[in-house]
């Protein structure tokens, strides 16, 4: 199978670039110069010539507060990019699948946020992932929206990298404790896209479009996870980082975030039978390897 992912260093992309090979999948990621979010003609001739089985539309705006500054560079690639991507989708007959975000939700809902619960979101960010999903469904019924939440991974910058470089040289660090949600590898979320993809290339059932949930196992806050990052940490290196836990008032941002971030998956475990593994497990498995490889950067 041939997936094609657009952008070139995302958490994601970097991932299925990595686990690809092992499940029999030829992974080729677009980006600029040859496909640029913000230039449908680039986007429709770059993915008609790479000729392939399924795309995932990966590449977004992620500067979550400076969106707050640039709403229109957001939308631009978050909502226009995204619909460009499954137009050419729909173009070529295959399956696109997009990935979109918690951030869609106010996060004011006491439960876990099910697929169909009203959104919502309360950023710039949020609100442009929102728009994108609806121009992903309109443009193409052959669609999988994936929601993922507090993304990490052994590439590019997310929370655990910050945490164990910030370890390095601090004893003490304070971390938000009273917003909850899911960590959630992307190496994880990588192995199910292709899983999400197979399916999707192989079977017509409409059951396995639209919107799904995917998330690591379990639930924690921010300082849950920096706690689970300390701990890999100090059981690898004896090291001991002691988090503070402070609330969403002591760190003010730009932008807004959700207090409550948890999404259920059980929609994607009834579809496609993928449960993904709990958050602390894979946390742990990122942190040891980030620690063998050397020093955080």
Known sequence: MRLIVTGKQGQVVSSLLERGPAAS???IALGRPELDLADAASVRSAIAAAAPDAIVSAAAYTAVDKAESEPDLAF???ETGAGAVAEAAGALGVPVIHLSTDYVFAGDKADPYVETDPTGPVSVYGASKLAGEKKVAAA???HAILRTAWVYSPFGANFLKTMLRLGESRDVLRVVADQRGTPTSALDIADAV???ARRLKADPDPALRGVFHLTGGGEGTW???ADAIFGGLKEKTGREVKVERITTADYPTPARRPANSRLSTKKLQSSYGIVLADWDASTRGV???LLAAGPAT
Do not use: K, P, Y
């Open 287 to 289: 942190v040891d390897r």
């Open 194 to 196: 292709i899983a999400v």
């Open 140 to 142: 193409t019924d052959n």
């Open 223 to 225: 300082a849950d996870f």
């Open 76 to 78: 631009a690639v978050n």
């Open 25 to 27: 999948v030829e992974v």
